[in-house]
């Protein structure tokens, strides 16, 4: 995630949606002052031969501690920090109403299930032999799954605009213009290899799978209209 004071902006960083490609290319405009939070080493090494600003400024401000973060502190633990998928609500209580309210608050979000398979070949990248993507389903925890409770409060969208994956060159396009950077920014391409299947959603999800995400993702296939689909065949 990132917190821009120079741009007026917070990017709320979702799972399996381009967000580390995103953040790369949008932490070369951050200044000093900045929230950029940590990324895999892989792709700091990306952004580093960028000549980008990493990690910086992640503590959060003292004047944001409730009474436990002092307690917790005062037994040793480390300080409070802003972290890599940082859902909406931490963000807005750990930084002052001004910034909150006052600066553009973007996210994106993809189909469930095409998200889905990203997933499960990322989740499995270490395993010689991957499990079949049914049973992944059946078992990964749904924040997993969904990145519905990353960009909402209290079961409400709370960011300014939710860009989509399907559409992202045009949508980051609309971002940039609004935040005053070029629209011609580039993504860098991170993590892709890790998804050799390159069907259709449809192709590679069974039944059951299909029903396991309509269950945990039905805010966000309703909140964007997104429905189950089949490939288009010439």
Not at 72 to 80: A, E, F, I, Q, V
Not at 154 to 162: G, L, M, N, T
Not at 189 to 202: I, L, M, Q
Request: glycine fraction near 4%; hydrophobic fraction near 40%; charge should be positive.
């Amino acid at each position: 995630m990132i917190i821009s004071h120079a741009r007026k902006f917070i990017f709320v960083k979702t799972r399996k949606t381009a967000g580390t490609s995103i953040e790369i290319a949008l932490s070369q405009f951050c200044g000093p002052d900045d929230v950029i939070t940590p990324i895999f080493a892989e792709d700091e090494k990306v952004r580093a031969q960028l000549g980008f600003r990493g990690p910086q400024n992640n503590q959060v401000g003292r004047r944001f501690y409730g009474p436990m973060d002092h307690v917790r502190l005062w037994l040793g633990n480390r300080p409070k920090q802003f972290f890599n998928h940082a859902p909406a609500g931490f963000i807005r209580q750990h930084v002052s109403r001004e910034v909150w309210d006052g600066y553009f608050k973007f996210s994106v979000e993809r189909n469930p299930f095409d998200k889905a398979i990203s997933r499960y070949f990322w989740s499995t990248r270490a395993e010689a032999h991957r499990p079949p993507i049914a049973d992944y389903l059946r078992a990964a925890p749904k924040d997993l799954l969904s990145n519905w409770g990353i960009y909402t409060i209290d079961d409400c969208i709370a960011v300014d605009f939710v860009a989509r994956f399907e559409t992202l060159v045009e949508d980051m396009a609309k971002v940039m213009r609004t935040i005053g950077l070029p629209e011609t920014t580039a993504l860098p391409r991170t993590k892709s290899r890790f998804r050799p299947e390159k069907r259709h959603y449809s192709e590679v999800l069974d039944p059951e799978s299909r029903l396991i995400l309509e269950r945990v993702c039905s805010r966000e296939l309703k909140a964007f209209s997104y429905q189950w689909e089949s490939p288009v065949r010439d």
